[in-house]
């Protein structure tokens, strides 16, 4: 089965996500049919190294063998079971461990499928819970310049990203945006630290105004994705933890892409030292091998729901929550965490890292070249508006996977990658760049 074949067949019957259609007319898709280590192959054998990690997701490499074993183990077990009424063995350990991560703090976990469903769960978790409290007034959020929280109409509608979101505008329900706190929008000669101090700065003079009506700030916590990697000081999480609880706000911390290592702790927020009231996790939890997400609250959030009243509990599901398989990709995925320190392994391979780029980021087309754990990011100086589309076809011919955001390349692998495919990335990325 050759790539042409499987091409023709998708484009007759997949609609793909992101994606114009008719540019594939003369954007030819790339058939995987197999993944290994950080490696997709296609039907021709033709190889490409994942370094944006399959959106993210993928933290230990295609076709684990540790992940694979734990799923087939569970297959053999059980599948799936509603969790509505029932329970089962692999959902109670999974949040009796991410309760343990947050150190109890976040001991209640409330699943779903993907990112943006969890999203809209906190919003209607936070928006729900000052309804219980006799607080229905406080029933709008805010969020930062330029996040990204999903694409579904809640959480679009707290996502500050114009191509996703303008042609829905009618549809969705007015939020807030405050100014960003990344460093790239900083004044010259402000540093990252003082610019955060700014920005924190606006947000407290927005609460102040509107804290009575605003039900929560939701933030992607330190690199803020879509919008094209921004990153950020700490300082601005502490502070934004700190006006969230004078002006009575919850704070809900985005940590879908950002979690489970990526900025070089677990957790992002762990940076700031603070917890927020409501945490979204997602992609890699499972490593990308299962759909799954879930909310992490309070206690005093959960309490809040706690009633004999059917109505004042929180009436909301999904079909798959917790779902068997995909609960024991995420044990797996812990296991592997704890069992080889991934952590700690990690700030060795983004030193090295970071040594080899220099000459990326000392590229005469290049500014603004960053770094946040396992994240790395850089602006290319163009005026093609095709640049995205235009960089990922020719990195494929470097036998990389690069998908640009607008104008900003950026580097998310898996944590297996090794110092000769950190080399094989750095030097096809300035292949690529110099022909461009």
């Known amino acids: 089965m050759n790539n042409k074949y499987l091409q023709e067949r998708s484009l ?12 594939h007319e003369s954007m030819p898709l790339i058939p995987i ?18 370094a944006i990690g399959s959106w993210w ?3 230990f490499g295609h076709a684990n063998p540790r992940i694979n074993a734990a799923i087939r183990d569970q297959l053999d077990k059980l599948e799936h079971v509603m969790l509505a009424g029932f329970t089962h063995e692999s959902v109670v350990e999974l ?22 469903s969890a999203v809209e769960i906190a919003l209607k978790m936070s928006f729900h819970y000052w309804h219980n409290m006799g607080h229905p007034e406080k029933n709008r959020f805010v969020s930062l310049q ?39 929008y900083a004044a010259e000669g402000e540093s990252h630290g003082d610019y955060a101090l700014r920005a924190a700065a606006a947000l407290e003079a927005y609460l102040a105004q509107h804290h009575t009506e605003t039900a929560a700030l939701i933030v992607e916590p330190l690199v803020q994705g879509a919008a094209g990697m921004g ?27 950002v979690g489970f290592g990526r900025t070089g702790t677990l957790f992002a927020c762990e940076q700031a030292d603070i917890v927020p009231d409501l945490l979204c996790l997602g992609k890699g939890l499972s490593a990308g091998y299962l759909p799954l997400s879930v909310v992490m609250v309070t206690d005093v959030v959960y309490n809040a729901f706690y009633h004999d009243k059917p109505a004042s509990g929180f009436l909301h599901s999904h079909t798959h929550a917790g779902n068997a398989l995909a609960c024991r990709a995420a044990l797996a995925t812990l296991d592997i965490f704890e069992q080889d320190k991934v952590i700690e392994a990690n700030r060795i391979k983004a030193s090295y890292l970071n040594h080899a780029a220099q000459p990326i980021a000392f590229h005469p087309g290049v500014k603004n070249f960053r770094n946040c754990g396992m994240i790395w ?10 640049f995205s589309g235009k960089f990922f076809q020719a990195a494929l011919k470097q036998e990389l996977s690069l998908r640009p955001l607008g104008n900003t390349v950026y580097f998310m692998p898996p944590y297996s990658i090794d110092e000769q495919e950190m080399d094989l990335l750095v030097a096809g990325t300035l292949r690529t760049l110099d022909s461009w």
């Open 146 to 184: 330029n996040d990204y929280h999903g694409e579904t109409l809640g959480a679009l509608s707290v996502t500050d990203v114009a191509l996703f979101k303008d042609i829905y505008a009618s549809l969705l329900r007015p939020s807030a945006h405050v100014p960003t706190p990344d460093w790239r």
């Open 377 to 386: 990011a850089f602006d290319v100086e163009t005026p093609d508006p095709d």
């Open 33 to 50: 049919v197999r993944g290994q280590g950080v490696w997709l192959y296609d039907s021709e054998g033709k190889r490409y190294l994942d």
């Open 231 to 257: 990153m950020y000081h700490p300082d601005y999480l502490k502070l934004a933890r700190a006006l969230c609880d004078k002006y009575k706000v919850h704070m809900i911390a985005d940590e879908i892409a």
């Open 57 to 59: 997701v993928n933290l």
């Open 95 to 116: 949040s009796e461990r991410l309760r343990k991560l947050v150190s109890g703090k976040l001991g209640h976990c409330f699943y779903s499928s993907d990112g943006a």
């Open 12 to 23: 007759k019957t997949v609609w793909h996500p992101c994606t114009q259609m008719k540019q």
